[in-house]
């Protein structure tokens, strides 16, 4: 049986357009690092925040490398009215995208242990620190942002290699 187009007014035939746009014209196979980037881009387009759209994508290793296990972007809390909460300058109401995706795997049952982040902007100290504990072993952003060098060091530390994709305006 064959449905109707769907009509729904969150349905918007420009972003759609937009993503089968540049999913046609791409002409070539994209690597898995631009794959998995461009979906963590795509899941942040989810985001109610209006200052910022982040995304994360969390990829398994190991025996079954490159399988997106969780995602998540920056928001409310599941079920909580999108009411701005601020204090000292800072939002409070609202979960980062890393955190969400972390929760998405542990809701799930599934071990984040060895896997690879895909975050679109560099993480705050305290993502990466749940990214480190959770035990995720790679780290790859795409936007520079509020770049703490303590983030750095601690990951260093941790053992978790840390990875721009941008570099001189090029995906690496």
């Known amino acids: 049986m064959t449905q109707e187009p769907s009509s729904s007014p969150s349905l918007s035939s420009d972003f759609l357009s937009g993503v089968a746009g ?53 928001g409310f809390l599941p079920g909580s009215p999108h009411l701005s909460r601020v204090r000292e300058g800072h939002e409070q109401g609202t979960v980062h995208a890393e955190q969400n995706a972390i929760a998405d795997a542990a809701r799930r049952g599934i071990s984040v242990e060895g896997a690879t982040a895909y975050i679109t902007h560099f993480p705050c100290i305290q993502c990466a620190k749940i990214l480190a504990a959770a035990g995720i072993r790679m780290i790859k952003y795409y936007h520079n942002y509020r770049n703490d060098p303590m983030v750095v060091e601690i990951l260093e530390e941790s053992g978790i290699v840390l990875e721009s994709l941008l570099t001189d305006g090029k995906l690496t």
């Open 22 to 74: 540049v999913v046609e014209n791409h002409g070539e196979r994209p690597s898995w690092d631009e794959y998995f980037m461009a979906t963590a881009f795509l899941i942040a387009s989810r985001s109610a925040c209006g200052r910022l759209h982040v995304g994360s994508v969390l990829v398994s290793a190991g025996e079954h490398p490159n399988r997106i296990i969780a995602a998540g972007y920056n």
